[in-house]
C-alpha cells in the first residue's frame, strides 16, 4: 500500500515551496487607475472578493502560526535531514497539523494540479527529503521520526515566516486596496453626485435640447417665410430697379425738356417784357380808347334819343292781320295802303278803309254808296308783314329802354285782331312767329352783353299781371296759387319811392331767353286755366309784361334804370247795344264796361300828358296806375293798333283807327332819360 503523502511533501518533491497562484498578483486584480471610472460598487466589491478569500484563507493560516506554540517541543529537539528515526508525534498532532497546511494549500493553490488531499488522521507520512522518497522509518525509530519531524516543523516555520511576511504584504496590500477602494467609494460618491448633477444637467440641456429643437423648427420655418419673403423682396427691388431705371430715364428727359424749356422760357421772358410794354402801352391806348367809346356811347344814346324823339314819344303803329282760313275774303278796295311820299319803297305809314253805308244805300234804293276813311300812322303794316319787320321798327326803341328811358308798347284792338299774336306770337313756338316779348328780351340780353364790353352792367327782372274787371292777378303764379292768380295790389315800393310794385307777384330775374320762355309758357297755363272758369277771360283783361331794367358802370359810377312795359290790352270792343241783357250779358257788360273805362282813362291820360295838364288821371284805372311810371315825362310809348282785315268788323277797326288817331296826335313833352 502507498503511503499517503502530505501536500507538503508533494511540494518539496518539486523542489520548491512556491503557491502555486503567485500572492503579489492580487493587487493586480484590483482596478486599474484607467478603467476604475467604469466599474461600479458592485464590481469594486466582485474585485475584491477573492482577496476577502485569500484573507480567510490567511487567517487560518494565522490561527495556524499561532498554534505553532505548540510546536517548540518539537523544535527543541532538531533532526537532521535523513534520519531515519521518525520523530515521535502526539498522536493528535499530525493531523491537525497537516488539516492546517492543507486549508492554505487548499485556498492558495486552487485548481485541478493540486492533488486532493487525503483526509488525515492517519499517522503524518515522513517528509520527503532530498528528492528521495523517504523511507519509512520503523516504528522503533522515534528518533529517525522526530528528526523528520523536525525538519518539517522547520521547513513549516520557514514557511510560516515565509507566508507571515506574506500576509503582512498582503494585509498592506489589503489596506492600500482598502484606502483606494475607499477612495475609490469616495471618489465613487463624488462621482455619482457628479453623475447625477450631470445627467440632471443632460436631463435639463435635453429640456433645453428639446426646447431649442422646437425653436430651431420654428426658427426655420421663420427662415423658410423670411427666404420667401426676401425673394418676393428681391422680385420686388428687381422691379423697382426696372422701374426706377426708367424714371431715371424719363427723369433724364424731362431734366432735357426742362432745360430747353427754360431756354425757351428766358427767350419768352425777354418777349414778355417787350409784350408787357407793349401792353402797357395798348392798355393807355385802351384807356384812351375806352373814354372815346364811352364818350361815343353817351352821343350815341343822346342822339338815339334825339332821333326817337323827332320819331315822337307816342307813336302808332297800325297793324293788320291776314284773313284767317275760313273767314270770308273780304271786297278787293275795303282796305288800301296807300304809298308813302317816296313811292312804293317808302314804308306804308297810312290805311284807307271803305265803308258802305248801308242805310243811306236803302233808303235811296241806289248802291250804298262807300266812305273812305284815311288815317295816317307812323308807320303801317299791311297783312303780310312778318313779325321781324314789326320787331325791326321796334328794336330802336327797345334799346332806349337800356339807355334809361322808360318804354311803353300797347297792342291795342277788337278781340281776335292780332293783339296778343303781335305781342306774344303765333302759335306752336315756331321762332318765325315770335312776338315782341321774346324778341325785344332776346335784343335787350344781346346789347346789354355788348355794353358790358364798355363796362356796363345790366341786370333784368320780369313780372307779368293781368288786369281783369279792375282786379290784378298773378299770371306767373306757381304752385296752389296757380290758375287763380291771387289777388294782388299795386303799391308804391317804399315811402316816398315812385317805384311802384305789385304785391303777392312774383318778380323773376331774367337773364337769357329760356327763362323768358319759361315765364312766357307759365303765364299762358295761368290764362288756359283761367280759361275753363271764366270764358275768353284773356281777352277780357289787360296783360302787362314788365321788365325793370338795371345798368351800371361802376368804373364811371353811372347808374340807369328803366321799366319796360308790354301790355297786350283788353279787347276794345263795344257792346251791342241791341242785345237783350240775359244774365251771362249782364257780366259782359260789366266786363265791357270796366274795360272801355280803363281804355278811355288811357287815352285821357295820354291826352293829359300832352296837354300838359297838371292833373293826369293815373288813378282812374288799375292799368293807368300801373304804368304811370312808364308814361309820360321821359317816357317813350308805342301803341300798336291791331285790325282785323274783315268787312264785317268795319265798326270796330274804325273804332279802334280813331282812338289810335287821336293818341297818334298827342306829343308827349320831351324824353328825359332816368339817370341818377
Ligand atoms: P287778339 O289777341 O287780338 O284777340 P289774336 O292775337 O288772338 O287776337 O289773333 C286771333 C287769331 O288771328 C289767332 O289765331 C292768330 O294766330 C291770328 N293772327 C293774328 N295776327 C296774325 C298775323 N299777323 N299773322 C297770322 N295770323 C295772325
Ligand atoms: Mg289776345
Redesign the pocket.
Known amino acids: 500500500m502507498e503511503p499517503q503523502r502530505s501536500p507538503l511533501l508533494e511540494v518539496r518533491g518539486k523542489g520548491n515551496v512556491e503557491l502555486k497562484r503567485p500572492l503579489v498578483k492580487a493587487p493586480s486584480r484590483l482596478p486599474l487607475p484607467g478603467t476604475r471610472f467604469k466599474r461600479g460598487p458592485d464590481q469594486m466589491e466582485d474585485a475584491l472578493e477573492p482577496e476577502k478569500k485569500r484573507t480567510r484563507g490567511l487567517d487560518t493560516v494565522t490561527k495556524m502560526a499561532t498554534s505553532h506554540p505548540r510546536a517548540p517541543a518539537l523544535t527543541a529537539r532538531p533532526q537532521t535531514q535523513g534520519q531515519t528515526t521518525a520523530p515521535k508525534v502526539p498522536k493528535k498532532t499530525g493531523p491537525r497539523c497537516s488539516t492546517a497546511i492543507a486549508t492554505v494549500l487548499k485556498d492558495q493553490k486552487p485548481g485541478p494540479a493540486v492533488p486532493a488531499q487525503k483526509p488525515a488522521g492517519r499517522s503524518a507520512a515522513p517528509p520527503l527529503l532530498g528528492g528521495k522518497k523517504p523511507t519509512k522509518r520503523p516504528a522503533w525509530d522515534l528518533k529517525g521520526q522526530l528528526c523528520d519531524l523536525n525538519a518539517q516543523l522547520k521547513c513549516f516555520r520557514e514557511r510560516t515566516q515565509t507566508l507571515n511576511q506574506e500576509n503582512q504584504q498582503l494585509q498592506d496590500q489589503l489596506q492600500e486596496a482598502q484606502q483606494q477602494a475607499r477612495a475609490l467609494g469616495t471618489e465613487c460618491r463624488t462621482l455619482e453626485g457628479e453623475l447625477a448633477r450631470v445627467q440632471a444637467e443632460a436631463e435639463q440641456s435635453q429640456q433645453e435640447l428639446g426646447t431649442l429643437r422646437a425653436h430651431v423648427l420654428e426658427l426655420e420655418e421663420q427662415l423658410g417665410t423670411q427666404e420667401g419673403l426676401v425673394q418676393e423682396l428681391h422680385k420686388e427691388q428687381l422691379g423697382l430697379q426696372e422701374e426706377r431705371r426708367g424714371l431715371a430715364a424719363r427723369l433724364e428727359e424731362q431734366e432735357r425738356r426742362l432745360r430747353a424749356s427754360e431756354a425757351a422760357l428766358s427767350g419768352s421772358q425777354a418777349e414778355v417784357a417787350s409784350l408787357r410794354q407793349e401792353a402797357a402801352a395798348q392798355a393807355a391806348a385802351l384807356v384812351e380808347q375806352g373814354e372815346r367809346l364811352h364818350g361815343l356811347e353817351m352821343a350815341r344814346r343822346r342822339l338815339h334819343n334825339q332821333l326817337q324823339e323827332l320819331k315822337g314819344n307816342i307813336r302808332v303803329f297800325c297793324?293788320v292781320?291776314?284773313v284767317?282760313a275760313g273767314e270770308p275774303t273780304p271786297s278787293p278796295g275795303f282796305l288800301l295802303f296807300p304809298s308813302g311820299p317816296g313811292g312804293p319803297s317808302d314804308p306804308p305809314t297810312r290805311l284807307s278803309v271803305s265803308r258802305s253805308d248801308d242805310r243811306r244805300g236803302t233808303l235811296s234804293g241806289a248802291p250804298a254808296p262807300t266812305t273812305r276813311h284815311d288815317f295816317s300812322f307812323d308807320r303801317v303794316f299791311p297783312?303780310g308783314s312778318g313779325q321781324d319787320q314789326v320787331f325791326e321798327e321796334v328794336a330802336m326803341l327797345v334799346q332806349s329802354a337800356l339807355d334809361g328811358y322808360p318804354v311803353c308798347i300797347f297792342a291795342y284792338?277788337?278781340?281776335?285782331?292780332?293783339?296778343?299774336?303781335?305781342m306774344e306770337g303765333?302759335?306752336g313756338g315756331d321762332p318765325q312767329v315770335e312776338g315782341l316779348i321774346p324778341r325785344a328780351l332776346r335784343h335787350l340780353f344781346s346789347v346789354a352783353q355788348e355794353l358790358g364790353g364798355q363796362g356796363w352792367t345790366y341786370s333784368f327782372v320780369a313780372s307779368y299781371v293781368e288786369i281783369y274787371n279792375e282786379t290784378v292777378r298773378d299770371l306767373l303764379a306757381t304752385g296752389t296759387r296757380k290758375g287763380q292768380g291771387g289777388e294782388c295790389e299795386i303799391r308804391r315800393a317804399g315811402p316816398g319811392s315812385e317805384e311802384l310794385t305789385v304785391t303777392n307777384a312774383r318778380y323773376v330775374p331774367v337773364s337769357c331767353e329760356k327763362e323768358v320762355e319759361a315765364l312766357l309758357h307759365v303765364a299762358r297755363q295761368n290764362r288756359a286755366v283761367a280759361r275753363t272758369s271764366q270764358n275768353e277771360r284773356s281777352?277780357r283783361s289787360h296783360s302787362v309784361f314788365q321788365l325793370q331794367i338795371s345798368g351800371e358802370h361802376a368804373g364811371r359810377g353811372l347808374q340807369c334804370g328803366a321799366p319796360l312795359s308790354l301790355v297786350?290790352l283788353a279787347?276794345s270792343e263795344r257792346l251791342d247795344p241791341g242785345l237783350a241783357l240775359g244774365p251771362g250779358e249782364r257780366e259782359r257788360l260789366r266786363e265791357t264796361q270796366a274795360i272801355n273805362s280803363s281804355l278811355s282813362t288811357l287815352g285821357l291820360v295820354i291826352m293829359a300828358l300832352s296837354n300838359k295838364e297838371s292833373h293826369v288821371p293815373y288813378r282812374n284805372s288799375k292799368l293807368t296806375y300801373l304804368l304811370q311810371n312808364s308814361l309820360g315825362g321821359s317816357a317813350k310809348m308805342l301803341m300798336f293798333v291791331?285790325i282785323s282785315p274783315l268787312e264785317e268788323n268795319v265798326s270796330e277797326s274804325l273804332n279802334s283807327l280813331r282812338f289810335a288817331s287821336k293818341v297818334n296826335q298827342c306829343v308827349i313833352g320831351t324824353a328825359q332819360a332816368n339817370r341818377k
Open positions: 297793324r292781320r291776314p284767317l297783312p284792338g277788337q278781340t281776335g285782331s292780332g293783339k296778343t299774336f303781335t303765333g302759335p281777352s297786350d279787347g291791331n
